[in-house]
C-alpha cells in the first residue's frame, strides 16, 4: 500500500469517527423502486392539501430530528397503528411482489407526538405549524423508516389500511441458527 493510499485511509477513518462521534445520522440511501413510491406517497401527500397547494415545500427532516429523539422510528410506528393514523400511501413492491409494502404515514403537527418533536416553530410570535410525512418499507424483518420530511400544514390524506394490518402481511420468521 502506498503512502498516499495510507493517508486517505487514515483521513477516511478520522470523517468517518466524526461523523459517528458527532452524532450526525445519514438518511437511508434508497433503492430505484423505494425512490419512486416515495415520489408516488409524495404526490398522494401534496394533492391531498385542502385548498390545493402545488407549491408547498417538503424537507427532508431525517438526519435533524433523528438525534435529539432516538426513539424517532419506534414513536412513529407506535402512532401510525393508532386509530386513524395508518398508512394513506399503500403500495406492494413490483420488484418484489407480496414481499414488501411501501406505505406512508402522516404525523399532524398538533398531535401530542407532533408537539414532541417540535413541529411547531414559533417565529417571532408566529406559530408555524408543520406535519410529518414518513415513508417505510414494511416487509419480513418488519417496518423500516425510509424518510422522514416535514410539510406546511394543511394535507388531508386518508387512511387506506392500520398499520398493524400491513405489519400482520408479513409473519416474522424466528431463526435459531443462521447458515452462511
Same mark, same amino acid.
Given at each position: 500500500?502506498?503512502l498516499e493510499?495510507?493517508?486517505?485511509?487514515r483521513?477516511l477513518v478520522l470523517l468517518?469517527?466524526?461523523?459517528?462521534a458527532?452524532?450526525?445520522?445519514?438518511?437511508?440511501?434508497l433503492?430505484n423502486?423505494e425512490?419512486d413510491h416515495?415520489?408516488?406517497s409524495?404526490h398522494?401527500?401534496?394533492?391531498?392539501?385542502?385548498?390545493?397547494q *402545488?407549491?408547498?415545500?417538503?424537507?427532508?427532516?431525517y =438526519?435533524h %430530528?433523528?438525534?435529539s429523539?432516538?426513539?424517532l @422510528?419506534?414513536?412513529?410506528?407506535?402512532?401510525?397503528k393508532?386509530?386513524g393514523?395508518?398508512p394513506?400511501?399503500?403500495?406492494?413492491?413490483?420488484?418484489f411482489?407480496?414481499k414488501?409494502?411501501?406505505v406512508?404515514?402522516?404525523?399532524?403537527?398538533n398531535s401530542?407526538l407532533?408537539r414532541?418533536w417540535n413541529l411547531?416553530?414559533?417565529n417571532d410570535?408566529?406559530?408555524k405549524?408543520?406535519d410529518a410525512? *414518513?415513508?417505510?418499507?414494511?416487509d419480513?424483518?418488519? =417496518?423500516k %423508516?425510509?424518510?422522514?420530511?416535514i410539510?406546511? @400544514?394543511?394535507s388531508h390524506?386518508?387512511?387506506?389500511?392500520?398499520?398493524?394490518?400491513?405489519?400482520d402481511r408479513?409473519?416474522?420468521r424466528?431463526?435459531w441458527?443462521h447458515?452462511?
Amino acid at each position: 500500500m502506498s503512502l498516499e493510499h495510507l493517508v486517505q485511509l487514515r483521513l477516511l477513518v478520522l470523517l468517518a469517527t466524526l461523523a459517528i462521534a458527532s452524532g450526525a445520522v445519514l438518511v437511508p440511501e434508497l433503492t430505484n423502486e423505494e425512490a419512486d413510491h416515495h415520489l408516488f406517497s409524495y404526490h398522494r401527500y401534496l394533492f391531498a392539501f385542502e385548498p390545493p397547494q *402545488l407549491h408547498a415545500q417538503y424537507v427532508e427532516y431525517y =438526519p435533524h %430530528l433523528s438525534v435529539s429523539h432516538p426513539n424517532l @422510528e419506534k414513536d412513529a410506528l407506535d402512532f401510525a397503528k393508532t386509530a386513524g393514523n395508518g398508512p394513506f400511501y399503500a403500495e406492494a413492491s413490483s420488484r418484489f411482489g407480496p414481499k414488501a409494502l411501501f406505505v406512508s404515514t402522516k404525523v399532524s403537527g398538533n398531535s401530542r407526538l407532533g408537539r414532541t418533536w417540535n413541529l411547531r416553530h414559533n417565529n417571532d410570535g408566529r406559530v408555524k405549524v408543520y406535519d410529518a410525512q *414518513l415513508f417505510w418499507r414494511v416487509d419480513r424483518r418488519g =417496518p423500516k %423508516l425510509l424518510r422522514f420530511g416535514i410539510w406546511p @400544514e394543511g394535507s388531508h390524506p386518508q387512511q387506506v389500511i392500520p398499520m398493524q394490518e400491513v405489519i400482520d402481511r408479513f409473519p416474522r420468521r424466528f431463526r435459531w441458527f443462521h447458515w452462511h
